[in-house]
């Protein structure tokens, strides 16, 4: 297995592949990333800023042919999609409802008074977050929840439905995945209704125009998470 990704979330996932007794080929991401400290003895760690430019590499060096993309900013494209490897994407975000940049989406979502949220795994395709859902994991958003404790019980999700599905997959690289529920239509015109819709930069950028908006302070307060959200605390400044 490869793993593509930063972060903290990511190399919970490693370090629960390793002590799950299987084997990580390769680990890949940002060398901005700090990683040279996070790298388990043994494993290799492979820095890029464009996950295509070494998807010879990648194929190369597979040995089970999946790859997992973990808490991952890097867009996998025709270099990397056209190897054979099977990419699977760990996505905070209920698919396809809430597709791009999830710490921006759950704004969203919040503003449009969402009361669950989700974790999705999914495989990739040419697009963004739109390839076939396998399994997903719905958590409630609290009615005076702040954002940082939702995104914190949101990324311990992420986490447990990377956990639940390893095995399977481990045991059958070509897993259907557990039947996926289509989203319901959230009730009126929020700006968080599951239209599915993406949840870029573009959306980023927007996010200030909702300041009178009655849950604006509650779906923006960041907390401790500011330090490690820099562009949407940018945003939101």
Do not use: K
């Amino acid at each position: 297995m490869i793993f593509v990704g930063e972060g903290a979330l990511l190399w919970r996932a490693v370090r629960h592949t390793l002590d799950s007794g299987l084997p990580v080929d390769l680990v890949c991401g940002p060398t901005a990333d700090g990683a040279a400290a996070a790298v388990p003895s043994g494993v290799r760690f492979l820095g890029t800023a464009d996950v295509n430019a070494v998807a010879g590499e990648l194929a190369a060096t597979c040995t089970d042919g999946l790859v997992w993309s973990v808490n991952n900013r890097m867009i996998f494209r025709a270099p990397v999609l056209s190897t054979g490897l099977r990419v699977l994407n760990v996505h905070h975000g209920p698919l396809p409802a809430y597709r791009g940049m999830p710490e921006v989406a759950l704004v969203y979502a919040m503003l449009g008074g969402e009361r669950e949220f989700a974790a999705t795994l999914h495989r990739v395709d040419e697009g963004i977050d739109t390839g076939p859902a396998l399994a997903s994991a719905p958590y409630p958003i609290g009615a005076e929840e702040p954002y940082h404790v939702v995104m914190r019980r949101g990324l311990q999700v992420c986490h447990r439905l990377f956990e639940r599905c390893l095995p399977l997959v481990a045991a059958d690289p070509d897993w259907p995945g557990d039947p996926v529920p289509s989203p319901g239509a959230s009730p009126g015109t929020s700006p968080g209704a599951r239209s599915g819709g993406y949840f870029g930069r573009t959306a980023l950028g927007r996010l200030p125009r909702y300041r009178e908006h009655p849950r604006f302070a509650r779906a923006t307060d960041l907390g401790f998470l500011a330090g490690y959200l820099p562009e949407l605390a940018e945003a939101l400044a």
